[in-house]
């Protein structure tokens, strides 16, 4: 916190006091010349403020947003102050959310292709806000995230898919495999494996179990690191799915990596076919390096009948989309794989005429 005491204290003397003195010079430590940069959110007197401390929070808010935006230096603006107030109150929701239990799982089904029949799930996050009824999870899932609170109810997500999947297993229900999305913070947590091992105990076997969904990017501020931890879940019966494979910048490197069972190509491949070309290409591509890597493919965002098609002829192993079910209530999944089990046949020797 820097304060500076100016006669004429407008917005292009601070700024160009900031660029000429502050961080100007080169520092030497130990011998070594070191330029700093830095990033600045500036709030003047009287304009935006009337004491030390209302400037104080709002320099913070404009270097806030300056950090976000990429800017060297900002000029505090109450829209600023409206945003980051709505963005605390929202945070404070969340976290009792998760306290109160307000958070809730879905599930989208993933159909086998040739059979149509429902071979696993996608975990889907919601909230339901006790003022707001069903909120979206693109209102709150970006806020989980930057508040490092995507940690706590990524623990609680495996939790709950992995009782619901035993639940269906002890019920006859499936056989059916649950994705669940992880995020990068979690799998950098030192106690990842331990915590989703500790989860789907007694989860999987016979054609029940987890998956973990992880997205390309998420995964290269350690590769090492997640491959090590990721193959020790793949040793307990977990599979590894890449999820929105293709928007990422280093895919072959990946797969070449890391211990990989299912690629998810993005839905923005897929909204292209059966007719653009291009997008035929790249989809048919994806499913051939799969093929290589010896992958199943799982295609997002199915939504007609000639998508479908297509992506048959192209030996795409899975279909997710609105075509066959939006995410629903478990309750609901529960009755569409109730209505898919074999009916058992009656023998003979039981039948009356």
């Not at 016979?206 to 998420?218: A, R, S």
């Given at each position: 916190m820097l304060v500076l005491s100016q006669l004429e204290s407008s917005a292009e003397n601070v700024t160009t006091l900031l660029e000429s003195t502050v961080f100007h010079e080169v520092f030497h430590i130990e011998g070594r010349a070191l330029r700093a940069s830095f990033k600045s959110g500036i709030a003047r007197y009287p304009v935006d403020g009337q004491d030390g401390n209302t400037l104080a929070q709002r320099a913070e808010a404009a270097l806030k947003q300056a950090k976000e935006s990429g800017e060297q230096y900002l000029h505090y603006q109450i829209q600023m102050h409206s945003d980051i107030a709505e963005r605390l109150s929202l945070e404070h929701k969340l976290r009792a959310a998760l306290d109160e239990q307000q958070f809730l799982l879905h599930y989208q089904p993933q159909i086998h292709?040739?059979?149509?029949?429902?071979?696993s799930v996608e975990a889907l996050l919601r909230w339901h806000d006790p003022q707001q009824g069903l909120q979206h999870p693109a209102l709150f899932l970006p806020v989980l995230e930057s508040s490092g609170m995507i940690v706590a109810v990524g623990e609680w997500v495996l939790r709950k898919a992995a009782e619901d999947c035993r639940r269906w297993r002890a019920a006859g229900l499936g056989p059916v495999r649950v994705a669940v999305n992880v995020s990068a913070q979690q799998i950098r947590r030192r106690n990842f494996a331990e915590y989703v091992h500790a989860a789907a105990a007694n989860c999987g076997a016979?054609?029940?179990?987890?998956?973990?969904?992880?997205?390309?990017?998420?995964?290269?501020?350690?590769v090492e690191g997640a491959n090590r931890k990721l193959r020790e879940l793949r040793a307990a019966g977990m599979r590894?799915?890449?999820d929105d494979f293709g928007t990422g910048y280093s895919s072959l490197g990946l797969l070449s990596k890391l211990p990989v069972d299912v690629l998810k190509i993005d839905r923005s491949f897929i909204s292209g076919l059966p007719s653009?070309?291009?997008?035929?290409?790249?989809?048919?591509?994806?499913?051939?390096?799969?093929?290589?890597?010896?992958?199943?493919?799982v295609a997002e965002g199915v939504e007609?009948?000639?998508q479908l098609a297509l992506l048959g002829k192209l030996k795409c192993k899975y279909s997710q989309g609105y075509l066959?079910?939006?995410?629903?209530p478990a309750a609901e999944l529960e009755r569409a794989l109730a209505a898919q089990a074999p009916r058992l046949r009656r023998s003979p020797s039981t039948e009356t005429g």
């Open positions: 292709i040739a059979t149509g029949r429902i071979e016979g054609g029940y179990g987890l998956d973990l969904e992880i997205t390309e990017t998420g995964l290269l501020h350690d590894i799915a890449i653009d070309r291009a997008s035929v290409t790249l989809v048919s591509s994806i499913i051939g390096l799969a093929s290589a890597f010896n992958l199943a493919v007609t009948t000639g066959h079910s939006r995410p629903v």
